[in-house]
């Protein structure tokens, strides 16, 4: 199962946008990672998911593709394997 939301609020209770947070399954189709892309893409713009898709698909291993989608997104494996 995967949802997509995104956290608002800070330690001072600000409104501030801070991270889509994507859940997905590491053990399941939703932890497949066009899956995980295509879940980013219905929320990024198109510029910010061009350079994202780039960086995923130069990535040397699956690890590696979490690892560059963590740094524009909080993806959460609701398996608790990565």
């Known amino acids: 199962m995967s949802k997509i939301k995104r ?5 001072k209770g600000e409104s501030e946008m801070i991270k889509l947070r994507i859940y997905f399954d590491s053990k399941k189709e939703s932890g497949n990672i066009f899956f995980v ?10 510029k910010s998911y ?3 898709q780039n960086k995923v698909l130069k990535s040397k ?3 590696d ?18």
């Open 61 to 63: 291993s699956y690890a």
């Open 37 to 46: 892309l295509a879940l980013c893409k219905k929320r990024l713009d198109a």
């Open 50 to 52: 061009g350079v994202l």
């Open 7 to 11: 956290k608002y609020g800070s330690e």
């Open 65 to 82: 593709a979490l690892k560059n989608i963590r740094k524009k997104i909080d993806l959460v494996d609701i398996s608790g394997e990565l």
